[in-house]
C-alpha cells in the first residue's frame, strides 16, 4: 500500500513541476554545487526539459528521435534515468543546442554518473533514502521538524545507536556501527569551512522528554543541541507541550533547499518508504507551515534554557 501511495504522490508531483520549471538557466554556478550525483542528475534533466519546451518539442517527439519511449525521456527529465552519451548528443541536435552549452551538459552528464560517498556503505543506506542523502550533500539550507527523535543531523552516536536498535530489531552490532558513521558522515557538512550547511531544527518537545538510550545519553544528546545551536550556521528551537494544537501535527518532514529554486523538495519519511514532493504549491505550503512552526517554538535563549533543565535531570 505504501508503494502504490508514494507512486500517486510523485507522478503528481513530476507533472506539477514540468509545468512551473520553464526558465530555469544552467549556469555555472549551478553546477559547482555540489558535487553530488543525484543532484547533478536532477539538474540536467531539469535543463534537458527546458531546452526541449523551448524548441517547442514533445516528449513523443523527442522519444521518437532517440527511439525511446515518452517514458523514457520523462524519467530522464525527472532524474530517474541516466542520459547517456549519445543520447545528450542527440538531444542537443534536436533542440538545436549551439556551442559551447553542449559542453557544459557533458560534464554534467560525467558527473550525475559518479558514484557519491554513501555508496560504500551499500545497503546501510536503501535506494529511496539514497536519493536524499545525495541532495542534502548539496542543498545550502535544510529546514526540518521532528516529533519522535532529535534530527538525524544533530544525534550523537549513543542516541544514533539506540534509535537504529529499536527501530531495526534485527540489526547485528556491526550494521548498527554502518548507520552510526553514515549519521555522523552527513554532519560533517555542518562545520564544514568551505560549504556549510545551514539548518533551521524545529524539535517537538516530546522527542526530547522520550529516553532515547537511557538517561546519561539524553544529558550527553541535550548537550550536543546547546553547541550545536551555538553555530553561526544552525538554529535549533523546541516546540514545547504548551504550544497546543500546531500546523505539523500530522507528520514530521524536511526541506530541502537549494540555490536554484526549483530544486527545493519536500522530504517525509514513512516505514520503508519516503515521499519527495517538489510540486511549487507543495513548497509553498510546507515552507509556511515551517514558519509558522517557529513563531509557535521556544526562542532561542527559551530553547538553550529547556535543554540545560533537561540536561540536569
Not at 523514457?72 to 533542440?95: D, F, H, N, P, W
Not at 535506494?127 to 526540518?144: D, I, K, L, N
Amino acid at each position: 500500500m505504501l508503494n502504490s501511495k508514494f507512486s500517486r504522490w510523485g507522478v503528481a508531483g513530476e507533472q506539477f513541476c514540468r509545468v512551473h520549471t520553464v526558465g530555469y538557466l544552467l549556469t555555472e554556478d549551478a553546477m559547482a554545487t555540489g558535487p553530488s550525483p543525484t543532484v547533478r542528475r536532477r539538474q540536467l534533466g531539469m535543463e534537458l526539459r527546458r531546452l526541449r519546451e523551448a524548441a517547442h518539442k514533445s516528449q513523443q517527439e523527442a522519444g521518437e528521435w532517440l527511439g525511446v519511449p515518452a517514458t523514457a525521456i520523462s524519467k530522464m527529465e525527472t532524474g530517474k534515468q541516466r542520459v547517456t552519451q549519445a543520447y545528450l548528443k542527440l538531444l542537443c541536435q534536436l533542440y538545436n543546442v549551439g556551442s559551447p552549452h553542449p559542453e557544459a551538459l557533458e560534464r554534467l552528464r560525467r558527473e550525475a554518473d559518479q558514484r557519491g560517498w554513501w555508496a560504500s556503505y551499500g545497503d546501510t543506506v536503501p535506494s529511496w533514502f539514497a536519493s536524499y542523502v545525495g541532495m542534502e550533500t548539496a542543498a545550502a539550507e535544510v529546514w526540518t521538524y521532528e516529533t519522535e527523535f532529535v534530527p538525524g543531523l544533530l544525534q550523537i552516536p549513543a542516541y544514533i545507536a539506540a534509535v537504529t536498535a529499536a527501530t531495526n530489531p534485527a540489526a547485528t552490532p556491526e550494521r548498527i556501527q554502518r548507520f552510526v558513521e553514515v549519521r555522523t558522515a552527513r554532519q560533517q557538512r555542518l562545520t564544514s569551512e568551505a560549504d556549510p550547511l545551514t539548518l533551521r531544527a524545529v524539535v517537538n518537545e516530546g522527542a526530547l522528554r522520550r529516553e532515547v538510550g537511557g538517561p546519561e545519553v539524553m544529558r550527553a544528546q541535550a548537550h550536543r543541541l546547546i553547541e550545536a545551536a551555538k553555530l553561526p550556521n544552525v538554529t535549533v528551537q523546541i516546540l514545547p507541550f504548551t504550544a497546543g494544537a500546531h500546523p505539523a501535527m500530522l507528520s514530521a518532514f524536511t526541506m530541502l533547499r537549494f540555490p536554484e529554486e526549483p530544486m527545493n523538495t519536500v522530504y517525509i519519511e514513512l516505514d520503508s518508504a519516503a515521499l519527495y514532493l517538489e510540486a511549487p504549491l507543495e513548497i509553498k505550503r510546507y515552507t509556511a507551515t515551517f514558519e509558522r512552526l517557529t513563531n509557535l517554538a521556544l526562542d532561542a535563549e527559551g530553547t538553550v534554557n529547556l535543554l540545560h533543565q533537561i540536561a540536569g535531570q
